[in-house]
Each structure stands twice: as structure tokens, then as C-alpha cells.
Nanobody
Framework: QVPLLESGGGSVQAGGSLRLSCAASGYRDSYNCMGWFRQAPGKEREGVAAIFLSTGMTNYDDSVAGRFTISQDDAKNTLYLQMDSLKPEDTAMYYC???????????????????RGQGTQVTVST
């Protein structure tokens, strides 16, 4: 398990923005894909976004494409998720996750079964 610490969640009104951060501690050689998935109460886990670390190639779920931006800071071993134009349906616990995957399989969906953090809550009100 790679220690991951998420932060940046909170409560915002629809149309607002939040930026999530995920700091990874160690075991850098054990993963090459980093990203986010989320889970709303009573719903299944849903992939959000991912980045293949060596190339910077990104992947987004259709529900967030064009509104969310994933990025990395290699020097800080930190992952970010900039969330703009938030909608009430974005309300969920957001988890950072890492795994070692083929480049073509690096996605938020694939990371649902990866090594994850404790999560950070995002609540979007109307």
C-alpha cells in the first residue's frame, strides 16, 4: 500500500470550483498511473480521471470531461484535481489512487481497485 493523503475537499455551490490534492509518500517505483475515483452515498464507485505519470497522458470520465483537470507535480509527488463548474451530482467522497498499469489502461475506472487514500468529501449544493 502506497501512503496517500488527500486534501482540498469542501462544500461549494453549483458552478463553483475546488482543487483536490493528493500527496504520495514513497514506493514511487511501484506505480505509474495516478488518479481519482469517487463514491456517492448508495452508489457504486465511479472513475473520475487519471494521468500516466511518465508521459503525462490524461484520461477523463465522460461525466467530468471539460470541467475537471488532472495534473501532477513530480517534484512534490503530488497529484491535483482542479474541479470547475461543479454540479450537485459531483457530490461524493473522492479518493486518490495509484497502480502499475499498461499505459492504455490508465484511467480512473481502472484505479478503483488500486492503492487508495482515506478520501476527501466534496459537497455541491444547488
Amino acid at each position: 500500500q502506497v501512503p496517500l493523503l488527500e486534501s482540498g475537499g469542501g462544500s461549494v455551490q453549483a458552478g463553483g470550483s475546488l482543487r483536490l490534492s493528493c500527496a504520495a509518500s514513497g514506493y514511487r517505483d511501484s506505480y505509474n498511473c495516478m488518479g481519482w475515483f469517487r463514491q456517492a452515498p448508495g452508489k457504486e464507485r465511479e472513475g473520475v480521471a487519471a494521468i500516466f505519470l511518465s508521459t503525462g497522458m490524461t484520461n477523463y470520465d465522460d461525466s467530468v470531461a471539460g470541467r475537471f483537470t488532472i495534473s501532477q507535480d513530480d517534484a512534490k509527488n503530488t497529484l491535483y484535481l482542479q474541479m470547475d463548474s461543479l454540479k450537485p451530482e459531483d457530490t461524493a467522497m473522492y479518493y486518490c489512487s495509484v497502480d502499475y498499469l499498461p499505459r492504455g489502461r490508465c484511467s480512473g475506472r481502472s484505479l478503483i481497485i488500486g492503492s487508495r487514500g482515506q478520501g476527501t468529501q466534496v459537497t455541491v449544493s444547488t
